[in-house]
Each structure stands twice: as structure tokens, then as C-alpha cells.
């Protein structure tokens, strides 16, 4: 089984081609060659150094709520 987990992406690259991206305080480099026009702020989720698609904040959002129910994750409050 795979799981691509949501993060936001926080800075990209001049050339466009890596972002970094954080998911609570973890911050990663991840390859956007699988994606086009990706923006600073916006939601991706990422698998094995990849972005692979672009999803809502909300289902960020409620994917990340769903993980942390499940003891998947540690939310900081």
C-alpha cells in the first residue's frame, strides 16, 4: 500500500523544478517534475520525494485531521 500525505508548499526553486514543502514543522525537498504551474502556498501531496497532484486546503486540511484521529500524526495545538 502507498500513502501520499498533503503538505504545503513554502518555497519552489528558480527553475521551477523543486519545491520545499512543510507538513507541521518537518520541511522536505520534493520534485515537481510530475506537476505544472504549482505556486508557493498551495497543497500537493507528496510520495517517495514527489509531488504528484495538487489538492484543496481543505482536503489538506481534513486528510491531515484524519491522520492525526488515527494516530498517524502528531498535531501540535
Do not use: W
Request: proline letters at 1%; a negative charge.
Amino acid at each position: 500500500m502507498c500513502l501520499a500525505l498533503p503538505a504545503r508548499i513554502v518555497a519552489i526553486d528558480d527553475a521551477g523544478e523543486m519545491a520545499t514543502v512543510a507538513l507541521g514543522e518537518v520541511r522536505k525537498e520534493v520534485s515537481l517534475s510530475l506537476l505544472e504551474g504549482v505556486e508557493v502556498g498551495e497543497y500537493v501531496l507528496i510520495h517517495v520525494g514527489y509531488a504528484l497532484n495538487r489538492i484543496s486546503e481543505a482536503e489538506a486540511e481534513r486528510t491531515l485531521a484524519l491522520f492525526a484521529e488515527a494516530g498517524l500524526l502528531e498535531v501540535k495545538t
